[in-house]
């Protein structure tokens, strides 16, 4: 048994990801409690509706998700998925909105479309005392239908905005990188013998995933990300949303030390 434990660890450390996989764009403060649950909430939403007319649904946090759920901002991002808002297209300025239109009309939009009600402690519920066998971060949805029926399904945030339904296998995936590589070690040995930048060996292996439209589009999005991310901040000022007083450095950010930071995310994202 402690073989074959060994063995799924290992086959997890070296799944295959790509540049998708390492960069979310979503809303903060974290990928795990925050980004993968909205996702989690919005696929469960879309499942739901697919599989009838729900007249109410519910969620159960387990776990860390339930034990730093609050402060990780996981309660917004689940009623923001099961109204049907994606991590990477929800506009960060309308969050505040939409969360206090949910609060205070005791009800949301399913997917966008449905109308269920939905009241924060009585269909969000933080299971402080409980941890799923499968993963630390679980979550129960439930949506129940007319005549009684009803439909539950678990999902699994399992690191950086991924989520798995069910069990808490990594997907598997059948792309085959033409310079693979499982360490740094092993990355500066392929670019020696190869004769090529860090950077051309992440450009070709990206190419079995997308073409390199794809892939260019991609950073351009994640360079957008990061540069209204910057400019939200600079712009801010006041408490941080963690509540901490940071006004004063909020306030005194310049238009000179704005350009710095989108001069510093520049040569991330070019492509030559």
Known sequence: MLDENNARARARAEATIGLADLFTIGIGPSSSHTVGPMRAACAFAEAALDRGTPVSVSCELFG???LTGRGHATDTAVMLGLAGYRPEAVDPDAVSMII???RAEAQLALGGHVPVPFVDGQHLVFRNDRFLPSHPNGMRF???YAEGEHWETFYYSIGGGAIVEGGCELPQTNVKLPLPFASGAELLAVAEAQGVSIADIVRAN???WRDDA?????LDSLRAAMSACIDRGCRGE???PAGSRCGGARATCT???SRAAHAAIRPLCSTG
Do not use: P, R
Not at 214 to 218: I, P
């Open 100 to 102: 206090a239109t949910i």
């Open 142 to 144: 439930v949506a129940h």
């Open 214 to 218: 794809e892939t260019d589009a991609f």
């Open 238 to 240: 006041g408490s941080c």
């Open 255 to 257: 238009n000179a030390s």
């Open 64 to 66: 860390s998700l339930a």
């Open 206 to 208: 990206e190419a079995a």
